[in-house]
């Protein structure tokens, strides 16, 4: 079976700091990976996806992830966090078999900002 | 395009109620996948309904059920429900199968049961 693991609960960064979230994940063959942002009270907005090719993906709101075979690691970046990328963040697999499995969601971990 | 929609975005119910939850996915999405987000276990898939047949199903007791319509338009039911139940309930459509395409979620139903 999937699963993701996200290893960091809480992350506090400063405003202007670069940010990395770890993200590690357990499948079988390559996985479709996947970031999503939530902000309180809101849905899942899909900030970048993995499916082939170059392992550098770039996605929405300046935040990058790149994918590691060998260490079954998907770590979502930004060079310089603003105050308003303060939400929780989470890391999903897909299944690339094309099932209907749905997403895994690691549990999350949530960035605070400090000014 | 309108994203996903899903109403209502609030319900209170009592132990025992049943429960209706809508979802309305991207226009020409043809797959709606539901999840169930709480505090202690996450976001979990509930299940997935792709061209008005449901592809698969989670973890979940039979309380849990759903539909999807030749609009794509999807709905959930939980019957009798459970204190254990309270949860946002997140929508997802897409337009293949989950497993291979990006899933794109709406803003939740948040339901409190009493």
């Known amino acids: 079976a999937q699963s993701v693991t996200q290893p960091d609960i809480h992350i506090t960064v400063s405003e202007g700091a670069s940010l990395e979230l770890r993200c590690n994940y357990s499948?079988?063959?390559?996985?479709?990976l996947f970031w999503y942002v939530q902000s309180p009270g809101q849905g899942l907005q899909l900030l970048l996806k993995?499916?082939?090719?170059?392992?550098l993906v770039q996605g929405i709101k300046g935040f990058e992830a790149e994918f590691k075979r060998s260490q079954s690691s998907f770590n979502l970046r930004k060079p310089s966090v603003h105050w308003s990328d303060a939400a929780e963040y989470f890391c999903?697999?897909?299944?690339?078999?094309?099932?209907?499995?749905?997403?895994?969601f690691g549990k999350g971990t949530h960035l605070i900002i400090q000014p | 395009k309108a994203g996903v929609t899903q109403t209502p975005r609030y319900l209170i119910k009592t132990r025992g109620q049943q429960v209706t939850l809508s979802c309305s996915p991207i226009?020409?999405?043809?797959?709606v996948s539901w999840y169930q987000q709480t505090p202690g276990q996450g976001l979990q898939f509930l299940f997935e309904?792709?061209?008005?047949?449901?592809?698969n199903k989670g973890n979940f007791p039979g309380r849990f059920s759903g539909r999807q319509f030749s609009n794509s338009r999807s709905e959930m039911n939980v019957s009798t429900l459970e204190l254990g139940d309270s949860a946002l309930y997140l929508c997802?459509?897409?337009?293949?199968?989950?497993?291979?395409?990006?899933?794109?979620f709406g803003p939740g139903t948040r339901l409190t049961v009493l």
């Open positions: 997802a459509s897409s337009y293949g199968t989950s497993g291979g395409d990006s899933q794109y």
């Open positions: 499948y079988g063959a390559t996985p479709y």
């Open positions: 993995y499916f082939s090719g170059d392992t």
């Open positions: 999903a697999v897909g299944d690339s078999g094309g099932g209907a499995d749905g997403l895994t």
């Open positions: 226009s020409g999405h043809r797959s």
């Open positions: 309904y792709f061209s008005e047949t449901q592809r």
